[in-house]
């Protein structure tokens, strides 16, 4: 298992202000992985670092990550707004074809699934057809739940793939220490025993917003709070949350980048995190509110009910059902001594993700998919999605 060298896509991963790939990485290489800043996914790039790259390690959807887009988010933004096609057919022959290229070239091909398309995609035919070609062309494919790998495999349509899980580590420490509940509080204008409620991350139409929006402002308590921290997506997605607060004053915004000193501070000043997103793909943002001891109030999908250890962590409501949210807003705003202790077991549950385990998991995986000798170490809880 020793001496292999992996390349991270997409390459921005290694720098990212979320620490899933740090954390990941560092383990990898504890156990004898080298890893090895990727480029563009393009044929000179392949034929170049063949040499001293053996695997290449995929995240999220192939699409939205991996097909060459300009790097300034800007022209990205201007050619989305002139309705300009940015993944035609043409991408995906190309992306595809590098696929097999680096096949054909000896690297190895891991893919981690989070989900399997891009979440704002005018092309859903393309981008569903690059998908199946980077799990027909992988060597291994894993996710983080046995949910998640069941629905790929369905959606993929693809019903002798075989999908390893791998557990996702926490973010327990992974943050500095913030300052004191209180100060931030009074910083944020929020009244000492407020209920605050926190939507954290970015600010995108498949997070349901909306919902949230809608099952907050029909909560008739004072003091109930909440706050949306994130960058937003678009102009639309800015809009909606700040109508939203300029109709109801115990929304309290903080739109754009949050620092990564703010982070642990602003959990610890909110009593829950919410997240409103219906669709069940793998959260990371749910495994950072646990991580910081918080309840979190999430949608009743396999992969959070399996994450939250059903209602032990916070309370579940029906996906996109603005009453069942309002409703698990109710009871955690009115029972703070209840959240309170949810917090304490979301934090032990968390406790429990390990990413010295996951990165062993996926060292044995990888070692067997290659065909090396089995590690001594064992491997712990590690299964495989495929059809009977």
């Known amino acids: 298992m020793n001496g292999h060298r992996i390349a991270a896509f997409p390459p921005r991963i290694l720098e990212d202000r979320n620490p899933y790939a740090r954390l990941l990485y560092s383990e990898l290489e504890r156990v004898g992985f080298e890893t090895i800043g990727g480029g563009p996914l393009k044929l000179k790039w392949l034929l170049r670092s063949r040499r001293h790259v053996d695997i290449l ?43 097999v290229v680096a096949r054909t070239l000896g690297y190895s091909l891991v893919w981690t699934i989070h989900e399997i398309r891009p979440h704002e995609s005018d092309h859903s035919r393309h981008d569903i057809l690059a998908s199946r070609a980077l799990a027909r062309l992988s060597d ?35 943050y500095p220490p913030g300052r004191a509940r209180d100060y931030v509080r009074a910083e944020l204008g929020l009244e000492p025993d407020a209920f605050v409620f926190l939507a954290f991350g970015h600010l995108r139409a498949y997070k349901d917003l909306p919902v949230l929006l809608e099952a907050f402002e029909s909560l008739r308590l004072p003091s109930a709070r909440l706050i949306i921290a994130g960058v937003p997506w678009d102009a639309e997605m800015r809009k909606i949350v700040s109508v939203a607060a300029e109709r109801d004053a115990r929304i309290r915004l903080m739109l754009g980048p949050v620092p990564v000193e703010s982070v642990d501070e602003l959990f610890k000043a909110s009593d829950a995190a919410v ?12 495994i950072l509110a646990m991580s910081m001891g918080i309840p979190v109030v999430a949608a009743r999908r396999p992969t959070y009910v399996e994450l939250m250890d059903g209602e032990t962590a916070g309370w579940l409501f029906e996906p996109g059902d603005v009453p069942s949210l309002k409703d698990c807003l109710l009871l955690a705003a009115t029972n703070p001594e209840q959240a309170r202790r949810k917090g304490v077991l979301a934090l032990a549950l968390a406790r429990r993700m390990s990413w010295a385990r996951s990165a062993a998991i996926t060292a044995r995986l990888i070692a067997r998919t290659t065909g090396e000798p089995a590690s001594r170490q064992p491997i712990a809880v590690t299964s495989s999605i495929r059809s009977s």
């Open 140 to 174: 291994l494919l894993l996710a983080h739940d046995a949910a998640t790998a069941e629905r790929a495999r369905v959606e993929l349509g693809l019903p002798s793939v075989e999908i390893h899980v791998v557990p996702h580590g926490s973010y327990v420490g992974a």
């Open 275 to 286: 997240f409103p997103r219906g669709d069940g793909w793998t959260s990371g943002s749910l």
């Open 57 to 99: 390690h995929f995240h999220w959807d192939p699409q939205q990550k991996y097909v060459q887009r300009p790097a300034d988010q800007m022209t990205w933004l201007l050619r989305r707004l002139r309705g300009e096609r940015l993944v035609p057919w043409w991408d995906v022959a190309s992306f595809v074809t590098l696929l």
